[in-house]
């Protein structure tokens, strides 16, 4: 069965600060990978998507970045951190091309708060 | 284009009573349907999905959801609600016949089951 782990669970970084969120994918081969943030425990907003290694869509202009270095490993970067930055961050995987039909299964989370 | 609506912020129901969380939704083409959960502080959790053919579509923890085209609706609904239903619920949707495989998320419905 496909598991999707990432880390770290808690993170408490200061202005300025850089950042690493790391997810990994287990079970599957070329999983579409996303990169999702929640604020105020409501809306999700996509940041970045990947259909494959180094393949990456930005959603939204900002702070962020991300990258995917193996096929199932996908890592949310910033050079220097906001505080507009904290937040809920998710990542998800779903199966790439015919055997999807768009259902998204999520990581635990990173909640990030920026001091 | 796809869209999806959450017209309730929170629904509240008392437990053994039935739930219904409500979804409408947008698209071009015909829609593919998916419902999430989500508990304090977790992942989202996949619960069910409308693909084709029977409108009323079973999921995981007793729900179920019904498809309705002339609506253009997909309400998640159960029989009895438990107090461990409370969460976070998302509805989603994909326009099969609009090229894109992401889906598009609703803003979230609290359910709050009171004892």
């Known amino acids: 069965s496909q598991t999707i782990h990432q880390w770290p669970a808690t993170l408490v970084q200061p202005v300025g600060s850089p950042l690493s969120l790391e997810c990994t994918v287990e079970?599957?081969?070329?999983?579409?990978l996303y990169w999702y943030r929640q604020a105020a425990g409501r809306g999700l907003q996509l940041l970045f998507y990947s259909v494959g290694i180094g393949q990456i869509s930005s959603e939204v202009p900002q702070n962020l970045s991300a990258s995917r270095p193996q096929d199932r490993q996908f890592i949310l970067s910033s050079k220097k951190l906001l505080l507009s930055d904290s937040g809920f961050y998710l990542c998800?995987?779903?199966?790439?091309?015919?055997?999807?039909?768009?259902?998204?299964?999520f990581g635990e989370g990173s909640r990030l708060t920026v001091l | 284009a796809q869209s999806v609506a959450q017209p309730e912020d929170q629904v509240n129901v008392a437990e053994g009573n039935p739930l219904t969380v409500k979804c409408t939704y947008s698209v071009s083409g015909n829609p593919y349907l998916f419902w999430y959960v989500q508990y304090p502080n977790r992942g989202l959790q996949f619960l069910l999905k409308?693909?084709?053919?029977?409108?009323l579509v079973k999921g995981s923890y007793g729900f179920e959801a019904e498809f309705n085209k002339s609506q253009t609706s997909f309400h998640l609904k159960k029989p009895s609600a438990l107090v461990s239903d409370s969460a976070l619920y998302f509805c989603a949707v994909r326009d099969i016949s609009g090229g894109s495989y992401i889906p598009t998320f609703g803003r979230g419905t609290s359910l709050i089951v009171h004892p």
């Open positions: 409308y693909i084709t053919g029977d409108n």
């Open positions: 079970g599957t081969s070329n999983p579409n």
């Open positions: 998800a995987w779903s199966p790439n091309g015919y055997r999807s039909h768009g259902e998204l299964f």
